[in-house]
Each structure stands twice: as C-alpha cells, then as structure tokens.
T-cell receptor, first 117, second 111 residues
C-alpha cells in the first residue's frame, strides 16, 4: 500500500472491556513497531517485530497488553481489561527491516485514538 | 524511559525567521532521528544522522550532532506557517530495536 494504515482511527470503550487495534504496514516492510503516545507526551515504545524472529516485547507496560503479527504482515495490538490510563494514541510504524530496527527510517501510520471511559 | 529531551518545549516565531530546536540524550547512540508531527496526525520522518556524522542538510533543514556533548540540534531556516507542528528527536534503545522519543518541541509559526 501507499503507507501504513491503522484501524480504527478512533475507539471509545468502557473500562474493563478488551480492544483490538490493527496495523497494516507498508508492503514489503518486514519490521513493525507499536508505540503509545499519551496526551502531551513523546512516544513510548511497546513492541517490535522483525521477520520471523521473536518479538521484542520489552516495552509492553503490563500483561494486559499483547500483540501478534500474522503472516509477517498485519499486526494486532490487544489490550485486555482496559483501564482509563490506557487512553492514548497508539501508533504503528514499519521499516524495510534490512538493518537493525533503529538504523532505518520508520514510517508511521496515523494512529488509533483510544479513549477508555 | 526517555532518552532524548527536546528544548525548548515550545517555540513561537514569525514566518521567515529561523527556528532552532535542541535535543540532549543520555547514552551512546548509533544514530539520531528527527520527526515531525502535525496536530492529530502520525509522525513524519525528517532526517536521520549517524553517530559518525556531524552535520546533515535536507532542504531547509539542518541537523547537527555532537556526540561528545550528547546533543543534536534541528534548524529550520526561513520558516513557514506550514512548519507549525511538534518536532521530536529519537535515539536507539539499548537493544537497537526501537526508537526512544523525547516529549517534543511545539513550534508555532505565525504569518
């Protein structure tokens, strides 16, 4: 595709419910990242996928957060039993993946705005 | 935890003026990147500067890197109203698998 796409663009949910956020990376990009941006803050790294390697989950804030990447392309970030502090913009990025992640330009999607009431 | 910290937090200038934003970081890096974020939108990559480079240009953008001071600067020359956005610097995490962003500098350019 032309760029990284994310869905939904906005999500309002009630505390305690589960949510799934989707990311479609740029075609051919083997590296995929999830970040979280709280209001007025910088981006917080969540998880990194590179090809078939085990993902780097070191940024996930709790075991309520999980992510998977099926077929090396689309990724889903799942938040279980959402809390109000989970409210943020969740951004996905992808890169070619030829080099270690941070050596490359990352291309970001528009994000999903999550509001937990 | 945050690696890069931008300074100033907010900057307001007139069109045509130059804007300078600074970034300081704590640990050694492989490269440093600058991104722009328009209100309510995703991030757009501006420039990547590697640790063995001291200066890099792209159009009206000039980035410097001083690894001895662990700092970088982004200069936007002849600013335009369309440059109004938040600007973030980002460096590697220790594993080299993802970027660590600062809180950003919010730039407002008025005509």
């Amino acid at each position: 595709g032309a760029g990284v796409s994310q869905s939904p663009s906005n999500k309002v949910t009630e505390k305690g419910k589960d949510v799934e956020l989707r990311c479609d990376p740029i075609s051919g990009h083997t590296a995929l990242y999830w970040y979280r941006q709280s209001l007025g803050q910088g981006l917080e790294f969540l998880i990194y996928f590179q090809g078939n390697s085990a993902p780097d989950k070191s940024g996930l804030p709790s075991d309520r957060f999980s992510a998977e990447r099926t077929g090396g392309s689309v990724s889903t970030l799942t938040i279980q039993r959402t809390q109000q502090e989970d409210s943020a913009v969740y951004l996905c990025a992808s890169s070619l993946g030829g080099l270690v992640g941070t050596q490359e330009t990352q291309y970001f999607g528009p994000g999903t705005r999550l509001l937990v009431l | 935890s945050q690696q890069g910290e931008e300074d100033p937090q907010a900057l307001s200038i007139q069109e045509g003026e130059n804007a300078t934003m600074n970034c300081s970081y704590k640990t050694s890096i492989n490269n440093l990147q600058w991104y722009r974020q328009n209100s309510g939108r995703g991030l757009v990559h501006l420039i990547l500067i590697r640790s063995n480079e001291r200066e890099k240009h792209s159009g009206r953008l000039r980035v410097t890197l001083d690894t001895s001071k662990k700092s970088s600067s982004l200069l936007i020359t002849a600013s335009r109203a369309a440059d109004t956005a938040s600007y973030f610097c980002a460096t590697d995490n220790q594993a080299g698998t993802a970027l660590i962003f600062g809180k950003g500098t919010t730039l407002s350019v008025s005509s």
